[in-house]
C-alpha cells in the first residue's frame, strides 16, 4: 500500500476528535510534590533565559515536581504530539501509551528543538554557518540527530532559516547569517542530513522555520511586525525555505509576527499560495509555540475560536501550545464554519509524515544502554572539537597570535571563561554544563610544557569593577592577557533583542584599560551576535580579536587549538558587524543608492560613523596570507541557456598551512529594477600548504542570476554583469560579461 492508501484507510477508522487530535501539538503539564510550591514552568524558564535562575536551579525546581505525560489525553487520541518533552524515560511512557493503550495505537510525535546539537553540544547555528563547509554542517547534524534519535525524539523544530541582518534581533545566533544563498545550501544539508535514515532507522523529520520574514522583525524587536515588498520576500526570505522543500522538509512552522498585516500563523497568501502552490510543499504546517490564540492578541481574530478556524483555513495544520485545534475545531464542524474535509486533509498531512517517518513501521524502542553509549561518546565529542575550531573567526591580528615559544606566562581574564553555563550558549536545553569544557580549561590542557597558565576573573557582563586592580596587577606578571568577553548565554536568542551592540557593563573599560598597560592582549569573544567593538580594533594594545561564538562542549579545547596554532582559523563572518547599533540593519548585498556614500556632503551616509562596516560580510583572517589570481571567464557573452563558467588562482603566500573560504559574487550592472552590489553565487573552502596554488572553479548558470521584476515575475534580464571572485564581500578580482 502506498502512503496515501495507508492514510486514507486510517482516517476512515478515525473519529472526527480523534483526527482532530493529529492536530493538537502540548507539552507536559506539571504538579507539585511539595505542598505550597506552585509550579510555574513558564516563570521558571522565562527566569533562567533572563539569566535570573541558572539551569541548575531550574532543573532543582522541575525535580520537586511531577510531570505529567497527559496520559488520558494521549490514550483518548486527543494529543498528536510532544512538544519539548525531553526526558528518554518519559518519551517511553507517552510513546508506549499511544501505541499501546489508544483506540487506533497511532503513534506520537515527539518534537523538541534539536537547534546546536543534543547531549553533545556543537556550535550555534551562528558560528558553524561560519565554517562556510557543508562537511561540518552535515557532521554536527548527524551527531545531532544520532543522540536526539536514541533519546527518543523523532522531530526537531530546525533548521531555523530566517536570514537575519539586524544584530539587534537575538534570534541571529539561530540564523545561518544573512545571505539567502549560503543559508540555503547549510538549510538543504541539514534537511537531508536530519531525515537521512540510517541504517538502524534513525533519522529525524525536520522543520523549516520560521515562515517567514522572521528576521526582518521591525527594529530588531523580537516578534515585531514586518512589512515588506514581494520582491524583498522572494528574493531574500524565501531562497532558503525553497530550497529546505526541494530537499524534502517535512514540516514548515509558521512564525509569530505578522507579515504585511496578516499574522503568518493565519496567513493564506503565505501557507497556501505560496509554500504549497508555488514551492510545492507536501508536509505540514506547524504553528509557533501559542501563536494560534496569539492571532487574538494581535487583533485578527476576535476569539481564539475564530483563531483556530482561520489558521486552520490558512493552511496551519498543527496547534503548538494553543490547544485551540483541540478545543474549538470539533464545534467549528458541527456548526458547518469548517467542513470535515479540511480536517481530514490537515490530519492526513500529519499521518503522512508518521508513516514517512517510520513511526508505525520501525517504532523507536527504549533503550538506556544504547542511550549512555551513545550521547556524550568520546567520538561525538572529537566531531564536536572538529566541528568547533573550523567556526571561529580571526577579526583582527598583529601577529600576536598564534603564541609564539616566547610566551611563558598566560593570564586569562573575564567571568566568561570559566562559565559553563555561558559558554553553552541559547538554545542547549538538552546540554549539560557539567559536561561543558571552559576557555580555561582548554587552555591549560593545550598548554606547551612550562607554560603557565592564571586565571583572575576581573570583570564579569555587568558594571561590578571590583576585580580590576586584582587583573590589572596580574597582568603585569603576564606575557600576554587572553581576555574573554561578550554575552551570556540569555543574552541572545528568542525574546533577546538589544538596541545596543556595544559590550554590556564595564567590559569595553576594562579590556580598554587592560591593553593600555604594555602586556600584549588577546580578546576572545563569546556572543550570540555581531558587537560594535569598533573600540578595541582599534586599540594598538589589543593584538588580536578573535570571534569565537559560542562552539559547544569542545569550546575551551576549540578555542585552545586556535589560539597555541595547533589549528589555523578558517571561518568567516556570515553577517556583517556594523560599527554601531545605528547602522543596523547593515548587509553586504543592499542596493545602491543613487548617492552611494562617499566624503562628498550630500551622500547616503550617518554623519557620526565610518560608511563601510567594522568587518564585511565574507570577512575573516587566517594565521597565513592568500593571494588571488588570474580571474579567468570560458565566455564573456552568454546566452540565457548557458552556465558562466570561471576560474580563479588562489595562493598560500604565507608559512602556515590554511584553508580559505574563496567567494564568487556577481552583480547585474543596469536592470529595470535596483539590484544588489553583489549577491553570493558560489564559494568553496580550500586547504593549501605554503606556497601552493589551486585553481577554483565556479559554475552559475544564467537562470539564477535573475530576479523579480515590477510584477514579481521571476527573469533574467540580458545586458551586462560584473563576477568578482575575492576573500570576502568587498575584495577580490573582477570582470565583466555580457548576457545576451
Ligand atoms: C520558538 C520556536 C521553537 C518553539 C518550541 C518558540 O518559542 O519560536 O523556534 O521551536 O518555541 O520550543
Redo the contacts with the bound molecule.
Keep these: 500500500m502506498t502512503i496515501q492508501e495507508r492514510v486514507d484507510a486510517l482516517l476512515k477508522k478515525m473519529t472526527l476528535k480523534e483526527k482532530i487530535g493529529q492536530l493538537n501539538q502540548a507539552g507536559t503539564t506539571m504538579t507539585c510534590t511539595l505542598p505550597g510550591f506552585e509550579p510555574d514552568m513558564d516563570t521558571w524558564v522565562s527566569e533562567m533565559l533572563q539569566g535570573k535562575i541558572t539551569k541548575a536551579e531550574l532543573d532543582r525546581r522541575v525535580a520537586m515536581c511531577e510531570e505529567n505525560l497527559r496520559e488520558d489525553e494521549i490514550r483518548d487520541g486527543l494529543l498528536g504530539s510532544y ?2 518533552l525531553y526526558d528518554d524515560e518519559k518519551i517511553a511512557r507517552g510513546t508506549d501509551i499511544a501505541r499501546k493503550e489508544s483506540r487506533l495505537g497511532i503513534p506520537v510525535f515527539v518534537g523538541v ?1 534539536v537547534i546546536h546539537g543534543y547531549r553533545t553540544m556543537f556550535p550555534t547555528p551562528l558560528a558553524l554557518s561560519c565554517s562556510w563547509d557543508l562537511d561540518a554542517v552535515r557532521r554536527e547534524t548527524q551527531v545531532a540527530k544520532r543522540e536526539a534519535w536514541v533519546s527518543g525524539v523523532n522531530w526537531t ?1 530546525g533548521p531555523m532559516l530566517d536570514i537575519s541582518r539586524d544584530a539587534r534581533w537575538g534570534r541571529i545566533v539561530e540564523s545561518p547569517g544573512e545571505d539567502p544563498f549560503l543559508a540555503g545550501e547549510i538549510g538543504r544539508v541539514q534537511v537531508e542530513e536530519f531525515q537521512r535514515e540510517e541504517e538502524d532507522g534513525c533519522r529525524l523529520m525536520a522543520t523549516a ?2 515562515f517567514l520574514a522572521y528576521g526582518a522583525a521591525s527594529g530588531g524587536q523580537d516578534y515585531n511586525t514586518v512589512d515588506m515588498s514581494e520582491r524583498q520576500i522572494y528574493e531574500t526570505y524565501l531562497p532558503p525555505f525553497r530550497a529546505a522543500v526541494d530537499a524534502g522538509v517535512g514540516a514548515v ?1 509558521s512564525a ?1 509576527h505578522d507579515l504585511n498585516g496578516v499574522p503568518c500563523t493565519m496567513n493564506r497568501w503565505l501557507l497556501t499560495d505560496v509554500l504549497r502552490k508555488e514551492l510545492g510543499f507536501d508536509g505540514f504546517v506547524v504553528s ?2 501559542e501563536a494560534v490564540k496569539q492571532c487574538v492578541v494581535h487583533g485578527t481574530a476576535r476569539d481564539e475560536r475564530e483563531a483556530a478556524k482561520e489558521s486552520l483555513l490558512a493552511g496551519g495544520d498543527m496547534d503548538m501550545s494553543s490547544l485551540d485545534y483541540i478545543q474549538y475545531l470539533e464545534d467549528l464542524v458541527q456548526s458547518g464554519e469548517i467542513s470535515e474535509e479540511e480536517i481530514d486533509r490537515a490530519a492526513g498531512r500529519v499521518l503522512a509524515k508518521k508513516f514517512e517517518f517510520g513511526l508505525f513501521d520501525r517504532p523507536w524502542t527504549y533503550d538506556p544502554e544504547r542511550i549512555r553509549k551513545t550521547v556524550l561518546s568520546e567520538e561525538n565529542r572529537a566531531a564536536a572539537l572538529d566541528v568547533g575550531k573550523r567556526c571561529a573567526v580571526l577579526l583582527k591580528n598583529d601577529g600576536v597570535l598564534p603564541i609564539g615559544d616566547s610566551v611563558r606566562k598566560i593570564l586569562i581574564v573575564g567571568a566568561l571563561a570559566d562559565d559553563r553555563q555561558a559558554l553553552m550558549g541559547p538554545w542547549s536545553f538538552t546540554g549539560r554544563a557539567d559536561d561543558q569544557i571552559t576557555i580555561v580549561e582548554g587552555m591549560r590542557r593545550y598548554a606547551p610544557e612550562g607554560v603557565e597558565i592564571t586565571y583572575c576573573r576581573g570583570f564579569g557582563v555587568d558594571e561590578d569593577r571590583s576585580g580590576f586592580e586584582e587583573a590589572y596587577k596580574a597582568a603585569k606578571e603576564a606575557d600576554l592577557v587572553i581576555a574573554v568577553a561578550g554575552e551570556e548565554a540569555y543574552m541572545s536568542g ?1 525574546a533577546a533583542s538589544r538596541a545596543d551592540l556595544h559590550l554590556t557593563g564595564c567590559q569595553e573599560e576594562f579590556l580598554l584599560g587592560i591593553a593600555g598597560r604594555s602586556v600584549p592582549t588577546v580578546v576572545v569573544l563569546v556572543n550570540g551576535r555581531p558587537l560594535a567593538i569598533g573600540a578595541l580594533q582599534e586599540h594598538t594594545g589589543i593584538g588580536a580579536i578573535l570571534e569565537s561564538w559560542h562552539l559547544g562542549t569542545e569550546f575551551g579545547n576549540a578555542v585552545a587549538e586556535i589560539l597555541f596554532g595547533r589549528y589555523n582559523p578558517s571561518g568567516k563572518l556570515t553577517v556583517t558587524f556594523a560599527n554601531e547599533g545605528g547602522q543596523e540593519p547593515m548587509y553586504y548585498n543592499h542596493p545602491n543608492t543613487g548617492r552611494p556614500g562617499n566624503d562628498f556632503k550630500f551622500t547616503s551616509k550617518y554623519q557620526d560613523v565610518p560608511i563601510k562596516p567594522l568587518y564585511p560580510f565574507g570577512y575573516g583572517l587566517s594565521y597565513t596570507t592568500f593571494a588571488y589570481e588570474k580571474l579567468t571567464l570560458e565566455k564573456t557573452t552568454l546566452k540565457m541557456e548557458d552556465t558562466l563558467r570561471c576560474r580563479v588562482t588562489v595562493k598560500n603566500t604565507g608559512k602556515r598551512e590554511g584553508e580559505e573560504i574563496v567567494q564568487l559574487y556577481i552583480r547585474d550592472l543596469a536592470a529595470s529594477v535596483v539590484r544588489p552590489v553583489r549577491e553570493l553565487k558560489g564559494f568553496q573552502k580550500i586547504s593549501l600548504a605554503p606556497g601552493e596554488e589551486k585553481t577554483v572553479s565556479f559554475e552559475v548558470p544564467v537562470t539564477r542570476m535573475g530576479f523579480y521584476d515590477q510584477t514579481c515575475h521571476y527573469r533574467v534580464e540580458p545586458g551586462t554583469f560584473r563576477v568578482f571572485a575575492g576573500p570576502d564581500s568587498t575584495k577580490g578580482l573582477e570582470q565583466d560579461f555580457e548576457v545576451i
Design positions: 512538544v519539548n528543538d523544530f522555520k520560521h512552522m509569530f509557533d509555540a528568542e
